[in-house]
């Protein structure tokens, strides 16, 4: 039940995008299609998860003031076995992403969850927090995604699923577009949550 | 962008600044133009901070890159390798300037430290090799990146002050208003890209 809810906490009311304005760079560079989308927010939850772990089970042993530093380490291993991962197993996802996989070091919402979270609690405790986050920021990067991939393409994941008479509105595929439906987003996401803290 | 070797560097250099904004274009350091755009005169020191470490950083990250890396192929630790450079090159730029220009450090000194987990800085190094730049391409497009990352926050910036005393949606939040702002500015600088394809 504990574990849950520090589940939960970091799915919804600590969501890290929407919530903490974490980790926006890699939210609007790499929705521009489901699959990418998807293939980051997996490779960003491996990274949070490993490290958090890491770090919980470590905290004993870093010393106080080199603890950034040995954060950053262990995200870079993290990050460089993923990458490496990526371009053996899906080479394409690998090339579209470019240079926003090796990003994922700077992502500030892997940092963020160490030094907020993991470096005063217990491994299994750390898991369930950085699972929670990885999923929070994975719903955000799947729904923008999607957002952006329909509306600009008239495709999900590939796959057409528009109406015919849809026209593609090319503005959602280009750097603008991101950051419309980021705030548009942002903004129904605010006002859900105020009409719920009304009605509670 | 396929072939390095035949961009002329003028061009280069405003594509990185105008057209193919670190920022606006490839969406990084967003973070810090989200949380540091409230106040002009600190975006524009922190711009001029983050350019400044941008030119070096590249440069050292170029000659590691292909000084040690390539030749002992190690090419997957090249993450390793450019988190480290930067964070040596924050602190020893730190140092430089408290030590010999103490008057630089009071205007950049307390931007230094967060510079270190600057995506902008870490992906321009890593694009600079990706698209195998020489040398001096790589240091033209650091510094063009560096320039039109100093413009983007400082317009964002002169813009907010407008903005705080006019009454935004409640919900966007400070957030959302600067997601939309940026959304505006993105759209201006791809019509400069507009006009650039034409006349070079």
Redesign the interface.
């Known amino acids: 039940m504990k574990y849950l809810r520090i589940l939960w906490e970091g799915l919804i009311p600590n969501n890290p995008v929407f919530i903490l304005a974490l980790g926006l760079c890699s939210t609007l560079a790499v929705t521009l299609k489901v699959e990418n989308a998807f293939f980051m927010a997996v490779m960003v939850g491996i990274t949070t998860i490993f490290s958090s772990v890491c770090v919980a089970a470590l905290r004993y042993y870093i010393p106080f003031r080199f603890r950034l530093l040995s954060y950053m380490l262990i995200i870079v291993t993290a990050v460089i076995a993923v990458e490496q991962l990526l371009k053996a197993l899906f080479p394409e996802v690998a090339r579209a992403l470019g240079p926003y996989v090796g990003l994922i070091v700077t992502n500030c919402v892997v940092m963020g969850r160490l030094e907020a979270f993991a470096v005063s609690h217990r491994p299994l405790e750390a898991f369930f927090d950085a699972l929670g986050v990885a999923l929070g920021y994975a719903a955000v990067l799947l729904s923008i995604a999607s957002i952006r991939e329909f509306l600009g393409n008239g495709t999900l994941w590939g796959l057409h699923v528009a109406p015919d008479f849809y026209i593609p509105c090319r503005v959602f595929n280009s750097p603008p577009g991101a950051f419309i439906v980021f705030a548009a987003l942002l903004f129904a996401v605010n006002w859900l949550r105020s009409i719920v803290r009304r009605d509670s | 962008m396929e072939n390095a070797i035949q961009i002329p560097l003028l061009t280069l250099l405003f594509s990185a600044a105008i057209s193919e904004n670190v920022a606006?274009?490839?969406?990084?350091?967003?973070?810090p133009l989200?949380?540091i755009s409230a106040d002009l005169k600190a975006s524009f020191n922190m711009g001029l901070t983050v350019s400044l470490v941008m030119l070096i950083t590249t440069a050292a990250n170029w000659a590691i890159y292909h000084l040690l890396l390539q030749p002992m192929e190690l090419e997957?630790?090249?993450?390793?390798f450019f988190?480290l450079i930067i964070?040596a090159t924050v602190q020893l730029l730190e140092l430089f300037l408290d030590r010999f220009f103490p008057s630089i450090y009071e205007v950049f000194g307390i931007f230094l430290p967060l510079i270190t987990?600057?995506?902008a800085i870490?992906?321009v190094s890593?694009?600079a090799v990706?698209r195998e730049y020489s040398l001096i391409q790589s240091l033209v497009f650091a510094a063009g990146s560096g320039m039109g990352w100093c413009l983007v926050i400082c317009i964002i910036a002169s813009v907010r002050r407008r903005i705080n005393i006019d009454a935004v949606?409640?919900?966007?939040?400070k957030?959302?208003?600067t997601?939309?702002i940026?959304?505006?500015i993105?759209?201006a600088f791809?019509g400069v890209s507009e006009l650039m394809s034409g006349g070079f």
């Open positions: 606006l274009y490839y969406f990084l350091g967003i973070c989200i949380s997957y630790l090249q993450l390793l988190v964070a987990v600057n995506c870490l992906g890593m694009f990706l949606p409640v919900h966007l939040g957030t959302g208003i997601m939309l940026a959304a505006v993105a759209l791809s």
